[in-house]
């Protein structure tokens, strides 16, 4: 019954802006820490950004300064704004929700983002 689906991804020119959204269903995910995860052709699946359920949030080096994760709990949803996209930025996005204590972790299906040079 749960789900996550991701919204928001598209094809962007450098230096371009898009937000990403990620609305989870099948109950509440307050206690869970919420993510982004991002895996380019080719390459191994990477850590964007995380947001735990107090709030303590964590970027991969590559994207500080230029995105930030935020969520709404009663929405039971997680963003993730990115500006000053570049073309190593073009991946499949991937929603995460997670709570590893009770070896409990969710992936959304994915969504495209494109930025062309």
């Known amino acids: 019954q749960v789900q996550l689906v991701e919204s928001g991804g598209g094809w962007v020119q450098t230096g371009g802006s898009l937000r990403l959204s990620c609305a989870a269903s099948?109950?509440?995910?307050?206690?869970?820490?919420r993510g982004w995860y991002r895996q380019a052709a080719g390459k191994q699946r990477e850590l964007v950004a995380t947001i735990s359920s107090g709030g303590s949030i964590n970027y991969a080096d590559s994207v500080k300064g230029r995105f930030t994760i935020s969520r709404d709990n009663a929405k039971n949803t997680v963003y993730l704004q990115m500006n000053s996209l570049k073309p190593e930025d073009t991946a499949v996005y991937f929603c995460?929700?997670?709570?590893?204590?009770?070896?409990?972790?969710?992936w959304g299906q994915g969504t495209q983002v494109t930025v062309s040079s």
């Open positions: 099948g109950g509440s995910f307050r206690l869970f820490t």
């Open positions: 995460n929700a997670r709570m590893v204590n009770f070896g409990t972790d969710y």
